[in-house]
């Protein structure tokens, strides 16, 4: 457990040091520079191994980079390891996304910017190479098997109907077009997998052999598994291709150990000189080697977590995993022994943090993506088997750094519960409410180990999870699987209210349910929209099935992959997601997610009060407004806007979303899901997803407009209409249970007001307490901007939620005079509010 | 049964007593603090106020109003305070949500039940409910009830008083009551009755049977540049409280977050020119309330 004397210790640290700062802001000055040498390097490998099988072919063409593609070391940073020349190289391979890259050009070219969220630059000549590169991938596209197979069974309009159009159903790999020749380049095929303390402990070396041994063995004795026979040589080849990958990420870090002393023999500043030499000597040892100290587990976690972003740069989620874990042992001796302050310590993470940030993908410079999210959580405290705490003197210096260092990822987790020492969760909020966004945030550790023990996992395994995504989390020998497809309720709901004719275009989506208009009570509407629901859940079902399927035959084994899980496959051959882990059924026990559940209750509150029970409006009358998008009818859009919503501990709506909430749940999990029989988690995303669902959906009886964005999150109210303040919102979502749901955010608004003092922040620790104790899962406290302050001072109306407590005294942030809406303002920008 | 006339409730009060709890707002106050930042709460019965940030000048209450109280001025709408009979017909056809009838007649029943959906954050945290307004003890009757039926669940009671009620409306209260958080806003009669136009006797006197009764005390004293916080103005109530037996004062900086209140009730700010007292001052204070032995914090 943390002590108060560590808190103390941690908090007189400089993390911002003048090296940080000056990287810092060499790191912000950079202008996202989009390289073209990777996916060069990708494309002549893939080439020249053409003939091979698949595995391997995909490991020298991720190997081939590893060994040529540039690097470089910044001045001043101590931990190294650069995906790109550049301090904000935009990574991309263009086989994995020809279409795009196409587009980014395109785009480059009228514009010279790549999007409204991140201008990114190419060199002209550099343009035309990628152009070339990706026409390439566009002209080698093979049969679209998938398609046509969704075709064949689910019919010719599938796609049209149901996603391009109606997103109706919504995901990244949920596209008609096809992507690239490696079908579902978002990575359907290799889930989310971070480095694990097991592998940074081993090295590449011990595991290279432990693979070398395996093929020995194979070729000595034979299987020994009751393989087919195409199983057999499809192991030897798997394994051959993590040998062959070991080998190549070996050889980049050793690449950025002479590329250090390189630089070392020309440096005339003694002490860099040194520096220089020490990363060297770093680069040399890890990670093929066991660290032998702190900074060479630093350097060792950068590099692994280096490799799985450049294996696949699309793929948003690979997580840092229990850092604190991790890194402790390493620590901990370094201190004892006198080699290492903390002060050294936490600059070394402060270096380590700021490289994390130092890439770029087609997604952060997508308009679509929420900018810069590239989700690497770092998951820290939480328990072990044995139900001790295993938060440690990390933990706290990754929150400080996440503090002083106030940059956008990666994401702290905090596996929060009851047995942690007070002080450390109020040391925690001080750090959130400082940061100002939502980080660090905070999961429930329990509840995360009970749904692994509710699916038959042993204990030992089950405590050992860590986040990712956004956000769901994973056993740390499982993995999970990537990109969930996601029903879009809000869409399925106007489909309901419309008889399942999209509004948009007139055809017939959905089931015949009847027109709500001749509705006589609310269970008919809900009965409509259950069944809808249950329809395009079978479709989707089918949908994924078919889709996964395919994919899983024509795509390769990632290598690198196969290392991280090495343990399980160098025995089986095969990652998670084949069956080859140790719980073979945890990795894709998760097909299928949901967005809007709160606009469906929401607009269904709205029908009860003003159509069913006060009779103020017809349902003709309502879905023909909606049918306008409430234009001329502003006067009942207010009406629904103030009839009763989710989040404020009232029962008339409340009791409406958790019918919604129950029923949509057990439609889900009513059948099986398709790879393992079992019955599946399901997942409630957050994330952008809801922005994209909105596109596809009209005004909905909530009082949303049109094609604007639904409702972000799983129990977090329509934003702005919580106005009973935090207790009822919590009270509101814990109503729900998210057991068998592998993500539910829950996202509150507090203003800095709330967190200034040490009594306060107990005091906000007790939402915590109640909400985990109610069984919440994810709870991140957002802190209130300058921005969002700005925003009401323009659009009151939205932001009725802004409370300022003052004892004695209680008031409406937009009650206030403007003059003293600016003041709060100001002093919320200088971190005094 | 008994009903209060209730202006807010409001939960998550982290100011208003110890933990975290739910504050009940009572209309009606016999003082006039120049300073009030709850000018809604002053008069006992239920009283319209408009929000002009909500307001979209589209002038349907204008043709609702049935006294004709309603104009458009150059700052948006202006309610006539002399016509207007708050009947509430403006409030219920506004589309906008810009006109709200503030302060309801509501059963102890009532109150109670939204007090207790917070039952879990008062056990965990040390909380409780708080009375406070307007003054609660204009109330009495509703507020013993109320406290009376906490305490019978178990849920930790807070009065939060001005000090001026009747001595039979404190002993009511205080039978139930775990903590009073009691105001002393000037220990002179006529600076009192400058402040707030009534004199001081009967908080002082009411102050003694408060310290009698044994229940926790609080001293909250608002500080007030320039009418109660020159070191000897503190001296005297630094004395008071000590003199008196108690140890705990709160200060209470003054600040401006009413004003915004006073336009949607049409009414004038008496104050516009005071300032929030600077951190020095406020130091000065609980420097000196130190001096007399008192337990002094600053409440921001
Ligand atoms: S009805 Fe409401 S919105 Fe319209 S003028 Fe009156 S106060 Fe303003
Ligand atoms: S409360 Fe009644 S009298 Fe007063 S302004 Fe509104 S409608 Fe007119």
Known sequence: ?833 | MITGKIFNIQRYSIDDGPGIRTTVFLKGCPLRCKWCSNPESQNAWPEIVHRDSFCHRCGTCITACPEKAIVLGDKGIEIDRHLCTNCGRCAEVCPYNALEMVGQEMLVDDVLSEVRRDAEYYRVSGGGVTASGGEPLSQADFVAELFARCGEEGIHTCLDTSGYASPGAFKKVLAYTNIVFFDIKHTDPERHEEMTKHQNGVILDNLQIVVKSGVDVIIRIPVLSGLNSTVEEMADTAKLIRDSGLNKVHLLPYHKYGVGKYEMLDREYPLEDLVPPAPEELEAIVRMMNKYSLDCEVRI
């Not at chain 1, 909105?694 to 909530?702: K, L, Y």
Request: net charge negative; with cysteine; proline share 5%.
């Open chain 1, 1 to 833: 457990m943390i002590t108060h004397e560590q808190i103390e210790a941690v908090k007189k640290l400089r993390v911002l040091t003048e090296r940080l700062q000056n990287l810092k802001e060499k790191w912000e000055k950079a202008q996202p520079t989009v390289c073209v040498e990777p996916s060069q390097l990708f494309t002549k490998a893939w080439q020249e191994a053409e003939g091979d099988p698949i595995d391997v072919r995909w490991a020298k063409a991720y190997a081939l980079r590893l060994e040529e593609q540039p690097i470089a070391i910044r001045d001043g940073e101590l931990v190294v390891g650069s995906f790109t020349s550049q301090p904000k190289g935009v990574y991309v391979i263009a086989a994995l996304a020809p279409y795009r890259v196409l587009d980014m050009l395109g785009k480059f070219q009228i514009e010279r910017r790549l999007s409204a969220t991140s201008t990114a630059t190419i060199d002209e000549r550099d343009a035309e190479l990628l152009r070339e590169d990706a026409q390439y991938w566009v002209d080698y596209m093979p049969p679209d098997y998938i398609g046509k197979a969704l075709r064949e069974e689910l019919g010719e309009d599938h796609f049209e109907l149901m996603q391009d159009r109606a997103l109706v159903f919504e995901g990244p790999f949920l596209k008609a077009e096809r992507q690239s020749a490696f079908q579902d380049m978002l990575s359907a095929w290799t889930g989310s997998p971070h480095p694990r303390v097991n592998v940074i402990n081993t090295g590449l070396k011990r595991i290279q052999e432990l693979a070398e041994a395996e093929m020995e063995d194979i070729m000595d004795k034979g299987v020994r598994l009751s393989h087919k026979s195409s199983d057999a040589y499809r192991k030897y080849v798997f394994l051959k291709a993590m040998v062959l990958t070991c080998k190549a990420l070996i050889t980049f870090a050793e690449r950025h150990a002479e590329l250090a002393r390189k630089i070392a023999e020309k440096e005339t500043d003694s002490s860099r000189r040194e520096e220089l030499l020490q990363i060297a000597e770093c680069c040399e040892w890890v990670p093929a080697n066991p660290p032998r100290n702190f900074r060479e587990a630093l350097q060792s976690l950068r590099f692994m977590h280096m490799a799985l972003r450049m294996e696949q740069p699309g793929r948003p989620e690979n997580a840092m995993g229990r850092v604190d874990l991790i890194l402790y042992p390493y620590y901990i001796r370094d201190l004892q022994e006198g080699k290492i302050t903390r002060q050294e310590a936490a600059e070394l993470l402060g270096c380590f943090w700021l490289k994390t940030a130092e890439i770029e993908t087609l997604e952060t410079i997508a308009e679509w993506f929420a900018p810069g999210a590239l989700l690497p959580n770092c998951t820290i405290c939480g328990r072990d088997k044995d139900g001790k705490d295993v938060s440690n003197e990390i933990s706290l210096l990754v929150l400080e750094v996440l503090r002083q260092l106030k940059i956008a990822e990666p994401g702290v987790y905090i596996r929060y519960h009851d047995g942690m020492n007070p002080e450390f969760i109020r040391y925690a909020l001080e750090c959130n409410r400082d940061y100002g966004g939502g980080n660090p945030a905070f999961v429930n550790d329990g509840l995360g180990t009970d749904r692994f023990l509710d699916r038959g996992v042993a204990m030992e395994d089950a405590v050992d999870w860590c986040t990712s995504g956004c956000l769901g989390y994973h056993a740390d020998c499982a993995d999970h699987e990537f990109g969930v497809a996601h029903l879009n309720l809000t869409k399925i709901f106007e489909l309901t209210l419309h008889n399942g004719i999209d509004p948009k275009t007139g055809r017939q989506l959905g089931l015949q349910t009847g027109d709500p208009a001749t509705f006589t009570a609310l269970e008919e509407l809900y009965d409509a929209f259950f069944k809808q629901l249950d329809y395009f859940t079978e479709k989707l079902r089918a949908d994924y099935f078919i889709r996964r399927s395919i994919d899983l035959e024509h795509s390769p084994q990632s290598a690198l992959v196969g290392i991280l899980h090495f343990e399980d496959a160098i025995r089986t051959g095969l990652l998670p997601q084949r069956g080859g882990s140790k719980y073979p059924a945890l990795f894709s026990m998760e097909w299928v997610g949901d967005r809007g559940v709160t606009d469906v209750s929401d607009s269904l509150a709205a029908i009860k009060q003003l159509v069913f029970d006060e009779k103020q409006v017809t349902m003709a009358e309502l879905i023909e407004a909606l049918n306008a998008d409430w234009d001329g009818r502003e006067e009942l859009r207010q009406k629904c806007l103030q009839a009763p919503k989710y989040g404020n501990d009232d029962d008339y709506a409340d009791s409406i979303f958790v019918h919604v909430w129950n029923k949509t749940q057990e439609i889900l999990q009513k059948r099986p899901d398709p790879f393992t029989g079992l019955k599946p988690f399901t997942f409630k995303g957050a994330a952008a997803g809801h922005i994209i669902h909105g596109r596809a959906v009209g005004a909905t009886p909530n009082g949303r407009m049109a094609y604007t964005p639904i409702n972000d999150g799983a129990t977090s109210p329509m934003p702005g209409m919580d106005v009973n303040g935090p207790t009822a919102n919590i009270n509101s979502a814990n109503k729900v249970s998210v057991r068998e749901l592998r993500g539910a955010t829950h996202n509150m608004k507090l203003s800095k007001q709330v967190l200034n003092t040490a009594e306060k922040l107990d005091k906000a620790a007790v939402l915590i307490k109640t909400f985990m104790a109610g069984g919440g899962w994810h709870l991140q406290f957002n802190i209130v901007s300058s921005e969002e302050l700005v925003e009401a001072r323009q659009q009151p109306e939205k932001h009725r939620n802004l409370i300022v407590r003052v004892g004695g005294y209680s008031a409406y942030f937009v009650d206030l005079p403007l003059q003293l809406q600016d003041e709060i303002i100001a002093r919320t920008m200088h971190g005094m509010a």
